[in-house]
Nanobody
Framework: EVQLVESGGGLVQAGGSLRLSCAAS????????IGWFRQAPGKEREGVSC????????AYVDSVKGRFTISSDNAKNTVYLQMNSLKPEDTAVYYC????????????WGQGTQVTVSS
């Protein structure tokens, strides 16, 4: 059974940091891209960042470049999203996903973790 389990969400003040983790199981971890998407209330889900776990290539949405860093620990089948200099507009449910082509195509989703940034 494929599982993507997120952790690390929470409440933080603007300017603070959080690190999200996505633990994957049930598939060949290094055969897929793993990424993070987010959905704020009343908005569409958007891609935040993605990493190709086979070669380490990454992608970021413009609004988080320079603030967020995605990384993977292939030995632990885990992908991390380090989020620094958080802003209230980063508030959303963050979802881990697996897929292809740096997350252009998604095949599995996690259950989501809430990130709330207070001003």
């Amino acid at each position: 059974e494929v599982q993507l389990v997120e952790s690390g969400g929470g409440l933080v003040q603007a300017g603070g940091s959080l690190r999200l983790s996505c633990a994957a199981s049930g598939f060949s971890f290094d055969a897929y891209a793993i990424g993070w998407f987010r959905q704020a209330p009343g908005k569409e889900r958007e891609g935040v960042s993605c990493i190709d776990t086979s070669d380490g290539s990454t992608a970021y949405v413009d609004s988080v470049k320079g603030r967020f860093t995605i990384s993977s620990d292939n030995a632990k089948n885990t992908v991390y999203l380090q989020m620094n200099s958080l802003k209230p507009e980063d508030t959303a449910v963050y979802y881990c996903a697996s897929g292809f082509s740096l997350c252009d195509y998604v095949n599995y989703w996690g259950q989501g973790t809430q990130v709330t940034v207070s001003s």
